[in-house]
């Protein structure tokens, strides 16, 4: 997909339909493609708690690939199919803070720390974080088209907290006052904590 400008919001065309797609359609793309791929995550834990086949660290890297190739995979949808400098590191940069949890995570596992439920609930949140790398993309690529505002839209699931709600009231604000869904913050400055964490599903919109 590439991008067209329209009045008031960002939009795509898939060039193979030569058809555009509406932002909120592309977001569900990426709900859709989660959610799928969480489904992936705990049966390599399935794997690993049964002893079968996998041991921490083989899950360990096959969770780290994992991980890679979805921010690559979002921030290449946030941006219309293709990726500059400035996304490549910023996703490097994002990816670094994930795999560092992501050790943490594995050793805990390895020591016999977490139940689980509480390895499900981890693995399903470590997928979600790389909802940010579509956000953080298309965050520049609005910026960068003239857009100046932005509006943060609560979506009301289960993951939707007192902070996400509040923004969701505010109104169009200036483009940069809030962060990336997904990235366990609401607001950027004053930073405000998103209380879903990386389970946050809320979305935004620009003009």
């Known amino acids: 997909m590439a991008y067209v400008l329209s009045p008031g919001e960002l939009e795509f065309v898939d060039l193979a339909a030569n058809e555009r797609v509406p932002l909120e359609r592309v977001a569900d793309l990426v709900d859709e493609l989660l959610e799928e791929t969480e489904e992936e995550a705990i049966a390599l834990l399935a794997d690993l708690i049964a002893e079968e086949r996998i041991t921490v660290g083989e899950w360990k890297e096959t969770m780290a690939a994992l991980l890679k190739?979805?921010?690559?995979?979002?921030?290449?949808?946030?941006?219309?199919g293709e990726l500059r400098g400035a996304d490549v590191a910023d996703i490097e940069a994002r990816l670094a803070v994930q795999y560092g949890y992501l050790d943490r995570f594995a050793d805990e596992i390895a020591r016999g720390e977490l139940g689980r439920g509480q390895?499900?609930?981890?693995?399903?949140?470590?997928?979600?974080s790389t909802r940010q790398g579509y956000w953080s993309v298309l965050d520049r690529r609005a910026r960068e088209a003239g857009y100046s505002q932005e509006r943060w839209y609560a979506i009301g699931d289960a993951n939707t907290c007192n902070s996400c709600m509040e923004a969701g009231l505010e109104g169009w604000m200036p483009l940069g006052?809030?962060?990336?869904?997904?990235?366990?913050?609401?607001?950027?400055?004053?930073?405000?904590?998103?209380a879903g964490l990386t389970n946050c599903r809320c979305r935004k919109v620009y003009r």
């Open 177 to 194: 006052t809030y962060a990336e869904p997904g990235s366990g913050f609401v607001r950027r400055n004053p930073t405000t904590l998103c």
């Open 119 to 128: 390895i499900e609930r981890r693995a399903r949140m470590y997928v979600n």
């Open 69 to 80: 190739f979805l921010f690559i995979a979002l921030a290449l949808l946030g941006g219309g």
